[in-house]
């Protein structure tokens, strides 16, 4: 009697330990694939940005969807469109940010520059 109360209560308890790998799995993957995408509408947005010079606005935006969509076709990640313009355009806001701030040193260094090499009169 004793030996089938150990059998059920060890077939429940590899049960739950298969449904939580499964879960732990999916979740993993979930956070996996949220930073592959977010990645690639990063390196998209900057492609974008050096190459199609010539575009602005929507053309930009759709050459960078295009774009995205196959890269992330190629990892077998499927996006749709309303998800995919909101990842770019967090990733385009972040690439404005990131000329705005200007590090102190850099900033500095320019005012240095800027004395030792004052500007050229106009003719």
């Not at 089938?4 to 330990?17: N, S, T």
């Not at 298969?18 to 879960?23: A, E």
Request: aromatic share 12%; proline share 3%.
């Amino acid at each position: 009697m004793k030996s089938y109360v150990y059998q059920i209560i060890l077939m429940i308890l590899i049960a739950f330990g298969g449904w939580l790998g499964v879960q732990i799995k999916n979740l993993y993957k979930k956070y996996v694939t949220t930073e592959i995408k977010q990645a690639v509408c990063r390196t998209v947005v900057r492609f974008v940005e050096q190459v199609y010079t010539d575009l602005h606005g929507k053309e930009k935006l759709r050459k960078a969807m295009e774009r995205a969509s196959q890269i992330l076709a190629t990892y077998g990640i499927y996006i749709t469109e309303d998800e995919l313009e909101a990842l770019l355009e967090a990733a385009v806001n972040e690439f404005n940010k990131s000329f705005q701030k200007t590090d102190p040193e850099v900033k500095a260094k320019a005012e240095l520059e800027k004395s030792f090499y004052p500007p050229l009169p106009k003719i």
